[in-house]
């Protein structure tokens, strides 16, 4: 009986992981310059203001801070029939904001791989 419980519950954790990454396509960053070529892509940067400070990506539309507490109200005010690259330091908080986007109706969720870490064009300040 332990044992068919702990099955039970590896395989509701596998689910729930798989969940949350369904619906997010991971973008590398040789693509991302074609992408945001293409009508209606919009780029979030998910960082924090202090990070965005430092330097953002200049096609950069959007700032919402992933950790910040209106963080989901930005979110919902936002078109979900648009394409959307989202981007963070290293792409870790930038998966979890795709994530939730696809969670919430957003179709077309990018995340940068590597994020802002990996970028190898000119930053804007």
Known sequence: MKQLFIL???ITAFAA???QSEG???LS???LTAKLQEKNTVLIDV???IEVAGGYIPESEYFIDI???NFEQKIAKLDTSKTYVIYCRSGAR???AASYMSQNGFSEVYNLEGGILDY???LKQ
């Open 94 to 96: 930038s998966g979890r």
């Open 47 to 49: 960082r924090t203001s």
């Open 8 to 10: 039970f519950v590896t």
């Open 67 to 69: 950790n910040g507490a």
């Open 29 to 31: 960053q040789q693509d």
């Open 24 to 26: 997010v396509k991971n």
């Open 120 to 122: 190898t064009g000119k």
């Open 17 to 19: 992981c798989n969940a």
